[in-house]
């Protein structure tokens, strides 16, 4: 019985059941031959437009009429294939209106228009595919080139600053050690010249203390001679001692012996200025970096209505001023601008300040001492910023031009703004022009000596031009 059953199996060819995972679920595509619980899907089948599972897609291995079929991953896709208006596979491409059709499509209403296989196009477009591939695989390789050489510059970057750090550690260590030992030199010349004066001092003293004993002696001895009462006595005696009364040449005290130290103590304090001056020249800006930072500085400026020129009109709190030629006169006062449109402001700056200025037109952008000449001089035109020793200004326009005494004006490259920043350390000597606008660009920069309180100034050419202190947060 058991052999006969053998045989049986062998007739039908009955299986094995498959695994459950070998149907289909959800998200798979199913096979289009099987019947009652169908399997998975394998392969599907471009010119059948079916898909088969593995047992199903044998005859298209197997049998010679299969051979032409395409057979690609199974896909729940295939019905697009299918003209929705003819049933019929579309294996055209119409390039005029850039879509697949069927044959009867070519005849109706694709007929003049531009067509080819779709194989035909597929090649052309994989042609095209392929170059945008290479295109962009060019491009990968190259950013991929451009991180590489990113990645080294950080690491140079950050090689060169702590190799850097390092010198400079060095460097101002060596410094540092110089300071120590001229300051130990110093202290130990001064602690000298201190002894050696102190020495001088105390034999002087000694000196001057021997000599007040005998003085003190020889007035006793005079003062008993002034009490003998015996004139022949008083008259043999007198000889001998009024020679007493002879001066000696008795050493005088030195009233100059502090000026060494107060030399030593002034050469010191150049060293310390000088060295300061040479440290904010070289690190002009070695705290500040960004504009908040200039912003910790910021002072809101007031103009001075007292020094206003004719023609300038002020608005804004005295904040703005606008070029105006029908502005009535301003009443006489010793603080104005004759026949200038230019204004001081009102408060006189000194430590570290930082302010910022909107224009529109020609304006200039000036620090004066408040000594600045106010009176009509045509011949030297002291009384005008930047035409004296006792200003400075920035003048904008299409360009920019820095001005200070009367031979001395600077044409500046940088890039257009119509907000100028300004900073000052009056200590240090430092004014700084800068144009503002989402970053900071340092447009000039003076290293001087001021001599007085500084104001903040503005300067107008024509009608309409206009000028703001910028009220800073």
Request: net charge neutral; charged share 30%; hydrophobic share 35%.
């Amino acid at each position: 019985m058991l052999a006969e059953l053998v045989e049986e199996l062998k007739k039908t060819g009955l299986q094995a059941a498959p695994a459950d995972h070998c149907y289909v679920g959800p998200g798979d595509v199913a096979c289009d031959v099987c019947t009652g619980r169908k399997m998975k899907a394998f392969k599907s089948c471009l010119v059948c437009l079916a898909s088969y599972c593995e047992q199903h897609l044998q005859p298209h291995y197997e049998s010679p009429a299969f051979k032409k079929h395409k057979l690609i991953e199974a896909s729940a896709k295939l019905q697009e294939n299918i003209c929705s208006r003819h049933d019929e596979v579309m294996k055209i491409f119409c390039r005029t209106d850039q879509q697949c059709i069927c044959y009867l499509c070519l005849m109706d209403e694709h007929k003049s228009h531009d067509t080819v296989s779709a194989v035909a196009e597929r090649s052309e477009k994989q042609k095209q595919l392929n170059e945008s591939r290479q295109k962009i695989q060019q491009k990968i390789q190259d950013r991929e080139k451009d991180v590489k050489v990113l990645q080294q510059e950080a690491k140079d970057i950050n090689s060169s600053a702590d190799k850097a750090v390092e010198d400079s550690e060095k460097t101002f260590t060596e410094l540092i050690s110089l300071i120590e030992k001229r300051r130990s030199d110093v202290k130990q010349q001064l602690r000298s010249q201190q002894k050696t004066e102190i020495n001088r001092v105390k034999e002087l003293q000694k000196k001057l203390e021997d000599e007040i004993t005998e003085l003190k002696r020889k007035d006793a001895e005079l003062g008993q001679l002034s009490r003998t009462e015996d004139d022949t006595q008083f008259l043999q005696s007198y000889p001998s001692l009024s020679k007493l009364t002879e001066s000696t040449d008795s050493p005088r005290p030195k009233n100059h012996s502090l000026w060494y130290f107060k030399d030593v103590m002034a050469a010191v304090t150049a060293v310390r200025d000088k060295t300061q001056a040479i440290l904010v020249a070289t690190w002009p800006l070695a705290t500040l970096t960004t504009r908040a930072e200039f912003l910790q500085y910021s002072r809101q400026i007031t103009l001075d209505p007292n020094t206003a020129g004719t023609f300038l009109v002020l608005t804004e709190g005295n904040r703005k001023i606008t070029y105006n030629k029908e502005n009535l006169p301003y009443a006489q006062h010793s603080d104005r601008f004759i026949h200038r449109s230019q204004v001081l402001g009102k408060d006189g700056l000194t430590g570290r300040c930082y302010w910022e200025v909107e224009m529109s037109g020609k304006a200039g952008v000036a620090v004066a001492y408040k000594s600045i000449s106010r009176s009509l001089d045509l011949e030297s035109r002291a009384f005008i910023f930047g035409n004296s020793e006792k200003s400075w200004m920035l003048c904008c326009d299409n360009g920019y031009t820095f001005r200070h005494d009367s031979s001395f004006a600077l044409s500046i490259s940088g890039p257009k703004s119509s907000r100028i920043g300004v900073y000052l350390d009056h200590s240090a000597g430092i004014l700084y022009f800068y144009s503002v606008s989402k970053t900071m660009t340092l447009l000039h920069r003076v290293q001087t000596t001021f001599t007085e309180p500084l104001y903040a100034g503005l300067w107008l050419d024509a009608t309409g031009d206009t000028a703001e202190f910028c009220k800073l947060k």
